[in-house]
């Protein structure tokens, strides 16, 4: 299995400051073949399902604020919010689905307002 | 835009299945990835299994002996069985629909599920 770890566990921004999460998978997630990290982010506000942000590691999701950004290839990836707003509390995870079954997640990343 | 709606029992005892349903309203299941997720109370999120494009299924390893999932195209319905619950089983479950670029595109509302005795 893939095993996916995020940094940090949480993380405390002041409200229009950068945010940054990183995520690191066990194994490349890039395909050879079509030159795509097998990689995505997702929100997840408390008592809500979580929310698809980003595939294929940088491919923003249809209706996703342009604050988000994902980032980095092979083993390596980052999900940055460029100007935090009130809005953005929750907990982010990534997820791998390049090697399956089983498709993994991070174990999570708190994120709060400072 | 996708609405994925599911439901099932809340409440199990030990050696119980749990079966739950999800129906994709405005939308189809066929011809889609339909996954399975579960969450326990405070903590991360599993994956349990999922419903290829091509009718073929794939699960946890750690799950694989007691889970089912299957597609009813009929009624556009997508259906998790787990059999032989224990409390360890006691979380939120949701279903998902996505394709191969996003296989978790879409979500359900989540069904919290507990095991007691």
């Known amino acids: 299995d893939i095993v996916m770890t995020q940094s940090p566990d949480s993380l405390a921004v002041s409200l229009g400051e950068r945010a940054t999460i990183n995520c690191k998978s066990s194994?490349?997630?890039?395909?050879?073949?079509?030159?795509?990290?097998?990689l995505a982010w997702f929100q997840q506000k408390p008592g809500q399902p979580p929310k698809l942000l980003i595939y294929?590691?940088?491919t923003r999701e249809s209706g996703v604020p342009d604050r988000f950004s994902g980032s980095g290839s092979g083993t390596d990836f980052t999900l940055t919010i460029s100007s935090l707003q009130a809005e953005d509390v929750a907990v982010y995870y990534c997820?791998?689905?390049?090697?399956?079954?089983?498709?993994?997640f991070g174990q999570g990343t708190r994120l709060e307002i400072k | 835009q996708v609405q994925l709606q599911q439901w099932g029992a809340g409440l199990l005892k030990p050696s119980e299945t749990l079966s739950l349903t999800c129906a994709a309203y405005?939308?189809?299941?066929?011809?889609?990835?339909g996954s399975w997720i579960r969450q326990p109370p405070g903590k991360g999120l599993e994956w349990i299994g999922e419903?290829?494009?091509?009718?073929?299924?794939d699960y946890t390893p750690s799950l694989k002996r007691r889970v089912t999932i299957s597609l009813d195209t009929s009624k556009n319905q997508l259906s998790l069985k787990l059999s032989s619950v224990t409390a360890a089983d006691t979380a939120v479950y949701y279903c998902?629909?996505?394709?191969?670029?996003?296989?978790?595109?879409?979500w359900g509302q989540g069904t919290l599920v507990t095991v007691s005795s």
């Open positions: 419903i290829n494009h091509r009718g073929g299924t």
């Open positions: 997820q791998q689905y390049y090697s399956t079954p089983p498709l993994t």
């Open positions: 998902a629909r996505g394709q191969i670029d996003a296989r978790l595109q879409h």
């Open positions: 294929w590691a940088s």
């Open positions: 405005d939308g189809s299941f066929s011809g889609y990835y």
């Open positions: 194994q490349s997630v890039l395909s050879r073949s079509n030159n795509k990290n097998y």
